[in-house]
C-alpha cells in the first residue's frame, strides 16, 4: 500500500487516488495523506462499475499514525450537516461523493472494501 499525499497548502484544491479499479473486498490500494490540513474540508468520489447482482459496503477510515484505524466521520451531500460513521452500501454503476468534515483528528484515509460482489470501485479524495 502507497501513501498518496494531498497536503493542505496554498493550492487548493489537492487530490490523490486512493484506489483504481479495485475490486474485491479489504483496504483501498492506496492511503490519502491529509498532513495538517485537518481544518480543511475534503471530498471523497468513488466511482463504480458493476456486473450481475452488484453490491458493495464501504467503510471509510481515518488514522492519526497510518497504523491504527477507525471510522471517520462523513457527511452525505444531501445531509451535509448530519455526520455518520457507519458502513455503506452502494449497489448501481455511478458516482457516489461523501463530504469529510473539516476539524477531525484524522491525517491518514483510506477506504475498506466488503461484501463486494460484482463491483469494480476507483476512488478519490479531494482536500479543499
Avoid at 85 to 90: D, E, G, K, S
Wanted: net charge neutral; aromatic share 8%; proline share 9%.
Amino acid at each position: 500500500m502507497a501513501v498518496q499525499t494531498a497536503l493542505g497548502g496554498d493550492r487548493f484544491p489537492n487530490s490523490a487516488r486512493i484506489s483504481a479499479a479495485q475490486s474485491g473486498n479489504g483496504a483501498s490500494t492506496h492511503v490519502v495523506d491529509r498532513g495538517a490540513a485537518t481544518e480543511r474540508p475534503a471530498l471523497l468520489t468513488i466511482t463504480t462499475t458493476v456486473g450481475a447482482t452488484p453490491t458493495c459496503t464501504y467503510l471509510i477510515e481515518g488514522s492519526a499514525d497510518g497504523q491504527v484505524w477507525w471510522p471517520a466521520p462523513y457527511a452525505d451531500p444531501a445531509t451535509p450537516e448530519t455526520p455518520a460513521v457507519a458502513p455503506f452500501t452502494v449497489s448501481t454503476a455511478g458516482t457516489t461523493h461523501r463530504l469529510l468534515r473539516p476539524g477531525h483528528p484524522w491525517r491518514f484515509l483510506r477506504l475498506t472494501y466488503s461484501a463486494n460482489t460484482a463491483v469494480t470501485n476507483t476512488a478519490d479524495v479531494t482536500i479543499f
